[in-house]
Structure formats: C-alpha cells, structure tokens
C-alpha cells in the first residue's frame, strides 16, 4: 500500500472556498461581500431577527393579554382503560405505570384520565382526576389515592 492509496474514513469535508483569488474564481474583489456598509467589514454577524435597522417584527406587533404558558402545570396523563393492563389488587402509581411502559414521565405528576372502560378492581394513587375517571375505578371495585405535589397522600380529602 502506498501513500497514494491511502484514504481518509468517515465524514469528507468539502474543498474550501478560496475567496480574493481574483476574477477567474467567482469571488474575487469584494469577496462576495457587496460594496461598502456593515456587512462588508470584517467581524461582522448579524444576531437572529435584525433587519437591517427597520423596526423588527417582533417589536411591530403589539403584545396583549397574558398567558399562562410559563406557570402552567405539567401532568403525565394516562387513561382508564390502559390500566388494564395491571392486575386484579394492584397499586398503581406513576412509577409502576412508566415501569409497564404505558407512559413516558414527562412530568413527576400524574393525572388519569376516563377514556375507555375499566374492568380490574386497582388501587390508583395520582396527583388528579377527572371525575369520569374517579367514576370508573370506584363502578370496578377499586380505590381512587389523592396525592400531593410531593407524591404524599394529600389531608382532608
């Protein structure tokens, strides 16, 4: 093997663009940077949204009203008739709920949902329900635990 035959593994770069080389190369002169102004000094860079001195977009457009979107709470939410899955007399809480894979933990709280009909009698500990839900597991047999945000059994519910 000669050095000639040796080739380079993995990612290939591109050729460099060789820029002021002259007319002949397409970028000769200005370099591809036009005449004059900010752009074609050097050190230049232009942050996202500039638009070259107008007033941007995002300060044009009036803001109004508020929004909730920053102190909304977030739920891993999981309806009643996947819980079919569990056993008759099983407890089911977030962590037995990931560990089936029928969720993914977006959030430490969890909240049940009623879609779908449930048929097992479970012990269900959550942070929410909806009142369907609530209906469901208690029509089965079941047994529905609040919690708290800390996942402790809420007081005086």
Known sequence: MDLNQVEQGGIRYEDRRRIGRGPGSGLGKT????????????????????????????????????TNARFGTEYTIINVDKLNAFAD?????????????????????????????????????????????EEKILKAGGSVIRLDHHGRESQGE
């Open 31 to 66: 370099s591809g940077r036009g005449h004059k102004g900010w752009g074609q000094r050097s050190g230049t860079s232009r942050r996202p949204g500039y638009e070259g001195g107008q007033m941007p977009i995002y300060r044009r457009v009036p803001k109004r009203g508020f």
């Open 89 to 133: 007399g099983a407890t089911v809480d977030l962590d037995a709920v990931i560990g089936l894979g029928l969720a993914s933990k977006l959030s430490p709280l969890m909240k049940v949902l009623g879609d779908g009909e449930l048929t097992r009698k479970l012990i269900v500990r959550a942070q929410k329900f909806t009142k369907s839900a």
